[in-house]
Nanobody
């Protein structure tokens, strides 16, 4: 069964850190582009970070650049999103998504919410509050 499962969300104080995990089953993540997206209450879903397996390129949204880091552990078939210096505005449900690389599109373009990823996780809630 093809599946993506996120974990690692929770409640954290401003300035704190969390690491989200996205574990895949039924396919190998190292042959796919991985995207992390988030959706805050009352707001549209937005791309946070995407990682391309084919050329190793990574893209971050300006709002998280320098604070978040995406990484892969191919042996565990898992992708991580390390989130540091968290702010209340980072509060959202975070989703991971996966798709085959598209040679016609940059990793930034594949991090746009309009891109239709094949696989999605169920989401994990992150709340940043004191």
């Amino acid at each position: 069964q093809v599946q993506l499962v996120e974990s690692g969300g929770g409640l954290v104080q401003p300035g704190g850190s969390l690491r989200l995990s996205c574990a895949a089953s039924g396919f190998t993540l190292d042959s796919h582009v991985i995207g992390w997206f988030r959706q805050a209450p009352g707001k549209e879903r937005e791309g946070v970070s995407c990682s391309s397996s084919s050329d190793g390129r990574i893209w971050y949204a300006d709002s998280v650049h320098g604070r978040f880091g995406i990484s892969r552990d191919n042996a565990k078939n898992t992708v991580y999103l390390q989130k540091n210096s968290l702010k209340p505005e980072d509060t959202a449900v975070y989703y991971c998504a996966a798709d085959k690389p598209n040679p016609l599109m940059s990793v930034q373009a594949m991090c746009d919410v309009s891109y239709e990823y094949t696989y999605w996780g169920q989401g994990t809630q992150v709340t940043v509050s004191s």
